[in-house]
C-alpha cells in the first residue's frame, strides 16, 4: 500500500516565478490538504480539499492556489515567488480523521 | 485561535535514557496527534490519541483532554529517535471530515551513543 507520495522532492525558482507541485494521497483517502513548514517552524496549513473543492483556508494570500482531481490527487500552485515562499511544502491525506503526510517538496526561491 | 506549546524545545539524552515531552493546548480538541519528522523532513505518525493512552513498542502516549495536554514518553531511548517531535491538534466546529491541524513549535530531540 503505497503511502502519501510527493513530487518534485526539491526544487529552485527564481522570485517572480510559479511552481506547481504535486501529491498523491494514500489508497482509500479523499481528502488532501497542503502545509507549509519554514525552516526551524511546526507546518502550516495552507488549504485542504475534498470532492474537488477547496474546503478549508489558512491565512494564505491568493498567490497559493490548489487543485483536487478525480482520483483525489491534488496540485499546490504558487505565484509570483517571494524569497519567504522557500520551505518545505508537505501534503497530507485522510479519511477519517488521522492524516499522513508524504516527504515533502522542498522548494527554494533565490 | 488555538496555542499549542511544546515542551522542553531541545533536550539531549544519553541513549537507553527515558523522557517526557509534553504539549498543552489552549482549547478544547476534537483530534490530537504526535508526529516524528526525521531528518530529511518526512513527518511519521507516531499516535493518534484525542484522549487516553495508547502504547506502541518504547513510545507511549496519553491525552487529558479535561486538562488541556498530552504526554509522550520515550523509553530505553536510541540515536534513531533523534529528530523533532511535534504535537498537532484539530480544534473547533471544523465540519464533518475536516481535518485542519495546528501545530506545537516541535521538540527537537538528540540521543547521543
Known amino acids: 500500500d503505497a503511502g502519501v507520495t510527493q513530487s518534485p522532492t526539491h526544487l529552485i525558482k527564481t522570485r517572480g516565478q510559479q511552481v506547481t507541485l504535486r501529491c498523491s494521497p494514500k489508497?482509500?483517502?479523499?481528502?488532501v490538504s497542503w502545509y507549509q513548514q519554514a525552516l526551524g517552524q511546526g507546518p502550516q496549513f495552507i488549504f485542504q480539499?475534498?470532492?474537488?473543492?477547496?474546503?478549508q483556508r489558512g491565512n494564505f494570500p491568493d498567490r497559493f492556489s490548489g487543485h483536487q482531481f478525480p482520483n483525489y490527487s491534488s496540485e499546490l500552485n504558487v505565484n509570483a515567488l517571494l524569497l519567504g515562499d522557500s520551505a518545505l511544502y508537505l501534503c497530507?491525506?485522510?479519511?477519517?480523521?488521522?492524516?499522513?503526510f508524504g516527504e515533502g517538496s522542498r522548494l527554494t526561491v533565490l | 485561535g488555538i496555542q499549542v506549546e511544546q515542551s522542553p524545545p531541545d533536550l539531549i539524552l544519553q541513549e537507553g535514557a527515558n523522557s517526557t515531552l509534553r504539549c498543552n493546548f489552549s482549547?478544547?480538541?476534537?483530534?490530537l496527534q504526535w508526529f516524528h519528522q526525521n531528518p530529511w523532513g518526512q513527518l511519521i505518525n507516531l499516535f493518534y490519541?484525542?484522549?487516553g493512552t495508547k502504547q506502541n513498542g518504547r513510545l507511549s502516549a496519553t491525552t487529558v483532554a479535561t486538562e488541556r495536554y498530552s504526554l509522550l514518553y520515550i523509553s530505553s531511548s536510541q540515536t534513531t529517535d533523534s529528530g523533532v517531535y511535534f504535537c498537532?491538534?484539530?480544534?473547533?466546529?471544523?465540519?464533518?471530515?475536516?481535518?485542519?491541524?495546528?501545530f506545537g513549535k516541535g521538540t527537537k530531540l538528540s540521543v547521543i551513543p
Open positions: 497530507a491525506s485522510s479519511r477519517a480523521g488521522e492524516l499522513f
Open positions: 480539499y475534498y470532492e474537488e473543492e477547496e474546503r
Open positions: 498537532a491538534v484539530e480544534w473547533g466546529y471544523s465540519g464533518a471530515g475536516s481535518y485542519q491541524l495546528t
Open positions: 482549547d478544547s480538541v476534537n483530534n
Open positions: 489508497s482509500g483517502h479523499d481528502t
Open positions: 490519541i484525542p484522549s
